[in-house]
């Protein structure tokens, strides 16, 4: 599915363009190169159907040159090992979760992961380059991607705010209120257009103001609405 010139939403469980347990997996167009943003939950369905998306919108899936995973979550990176093997692409993931992919923790799949991110990084995808901006808040080390073109800004948010305001703060290990609080400013000021996230809806314009919204209700006094709350909790499909 083309949302940009150069972007395209090649999986998602939500939305069926993929295996029920993925998240929404981007792909960018580099002209030289291509990318894959985070690579789903890794049942066999989601390779088999992210393959046919990626050709049917006619890019060559042997062109994939870097796997960038924003989070070690599962529905995020359980695919990220048959991706490495199949396209011999490296992962990329913040370098604070490495240990966390690699040993498999709380069965996620191990992955080696061939360089780790930090905050302010820049990745190069042929003709274009996308910053990491990392904003540990619904994991320890998760990263947003930024990425502009022709003055376009693109914002791949992962789990960490979402169209509406919301945020992305669950009961797990490391997903904390202090740390959006301390870190969500890190997305103020950057003039988004398109709020690509990991889950929900996404925007193609004004996307700044639904992040906007977010940073005012973290620096309030009240819980913001989270992506757990009012019916939006995730559980395993129905046929997980």
């Known amino acids: 599915m083309r949302l940009h010139e150069r972007v395209y939403l ?32 890794g049942r066999p369905a989601s390779f088999d159907r992210i393959f046919r998306n990626i050709q049917t919108d006619g890019l060559r899936v042997e062109n994939i040159r870097h796997i960038v995973l924003t989070h070690w979550h599962g529905d995020h990176a359980n695919g990220a090992a048959e991706w490495r ?10 370098e604070i979760e490495r240990g966390w ?6 069965g996620v799949t191990a992955c080696p992961v061939d360089r780790g991110i930090h905050n302010g990084e820049d990745i190069q995808i042929g003709d274009l380059s996308l910053q990491a901006i990392q904003v540990p808040s619904h994991s320890p080390g998760i990263c947003a991607y930024l990425l502009e073109i022709d003055g376009y800004r693109i914002l791949f948010a992962a789990d960490i705010v979402f169209i509406h305001g919301l945020i992305g703060l669950i009961n ?6 202090a740390g ?13 257009n398109a709020l690509l996230p990991g889950h929900l809806l996404f925007t193609l314009r004004d996307g700044q103001r639904h992040i906007d919204l977010a940073l005012e209700r973290v620096q309030g006094m009240f819980v913001p609405p989270s992506i757990g709350q009012l019916g939006l909790t995730f ?4 046929d997980y």
Not at 101 to 106: A, I, K, Q, W
Not at 180 to 192: E, G, K, S, T, W
Not at 235 to 238: L, Y
């Open 172 to 177: 797990y290990d490391g997903s904390e209120m």
């Open 85 to 94: 093997d199949r396209l011999q692409a490296p992962v990329y993931l913040p």
């Open 101 to 106: 992919l690699e040993s498999g923790r709380d």
């Open 235 to 238: 559980r395993a499909p129905a």
């Open 180 to 192: 959006y609080r301390q870190n969500l400013p890190r997305l103020a000021d950057l003039n988004i």
């Open 10 to 41: 090649v999986g998602s469980g939500e939305m069926g363009l993929s295996d029920s347990w993925d998240c929404h997996v981007y792909l960018i167009d580099g002209g030289s190169e291509l990318a894959l943003i985070d690579a789903g939950g």
